[in-house]
């Protein structure tokens, strides 16, 4: 009898089948909690990382575009005695290889001019132009090309990814302006008319937009950055002459 109720006391004492499988439940309810928790805050950060990535590299993009337009038209013909040269200075002067031109060409998509970027006494020809999403590559994008004056033609590579400038007239990545402060939308060395525009140009205003691939969970939108820039052109243009930033 006394063995029969020290039974009965230690089955009291355990746990019946239904009781631990709610304890269980509540064990993966709340473990499930965690464990999303966790990942939300590991997709957070990867969302902040993205933003800080995406913000470094427009801002270095446009610090190099920057350093790149301040070197426009240099070097320039009033550095030089070009009496003495051999072979003798091109009919037009915008043409000779040792020499920058300055400004080529000003759209809402693109921009194009010379100048010795990189200090090697050489003029190079720079391209920076917008890439729509047809173009592939994870663009829309903007590509930048460097080749020297005398090789001619261009060598793109992609310099940001995933930008949402427009290129358009209403959303233009490039707006160029006078020494009036007159806007001028596009230009370049095609007419006569273009090329008297672009010896006026004094000032590039610069608009980047850029958005992220990856996509914030909180808000489930691609976090996007933008920043602009206006550079001021320290270099004269030869394109044509008797302007207010022409050289002669």
């Given amino acids: 009898m006394t063995q029969r109720l020290k039974k009965e006391s230690f089955a009291r004492l355990g746990f019946s089948l239904l009781e631990l499988m709610i304890v269980m439940l509540i064990l993966s309810v709340i473990t499930g909690a965690v464990f999303s928790q966790i990942s939300m805050m590991q997709q957070r950060a990867r969302t902040e990382q993205s933003k800080l990535d995406i913000f ?12 790149d337009l301040h070197q426009t038209g240099y070097p320039n013909i009033r550095m030089f005695d070009t009496s003495g040269w051999s072979p003798a200075l091109n009919a037009t002067p915008r043409n000779d290889s040792r020499l920058a ?13 010379e100048g010795d970027v990189d200090g090697d006494g050489q003029v190079d020809v720079l391209d920076y132009k ?25 060598v ?13 007239t209403a959303d233009p990545m490039f707006v160029a302006y006078k020494s009036d402060e007159t806007a001028v939308a596009s230009a370049d060395t095609t007419t006569a008319g273009g090329l008297t525009t672009l010896a006026n140009i004094k000032t ?27 550079v001021t052109l320290g270099n004269c243009s030869i394109a044509a002459t008797g302007q207010s930033m022409s050289c002669q």
């Fill in 56 to 67: 470094q590299e427009s801002r270095e993009f446009m610090d190099q575009l920057g350093r």
């Fill in 101 to 113: 031109a300055g400004l080529l060409k000003i759209a809402p998509d693109e921009i194009i001019f």
């Fill in 130 to 154: 917008l890439i729509p999403a047809s173009g592939g590559n994870n663009c829309p994008c903007l590509q930048r090309s460097q080749v020297l004056k005398p090789a001619g033609g261009t």
């Fill in 156 to 168: 793109f590579s992609t310099a940001v990814q995933n930008v949402q400038t427009a290129g358009t």
């Fill in 204 to 230: 590039i205003q610069i608009t980047l937009k850029v958005k992220s691939s990856i996509v914030d969970p909180k808000t489930q939108q691609a976090p996007e950055t933008s920043l602009g820039a206006i």
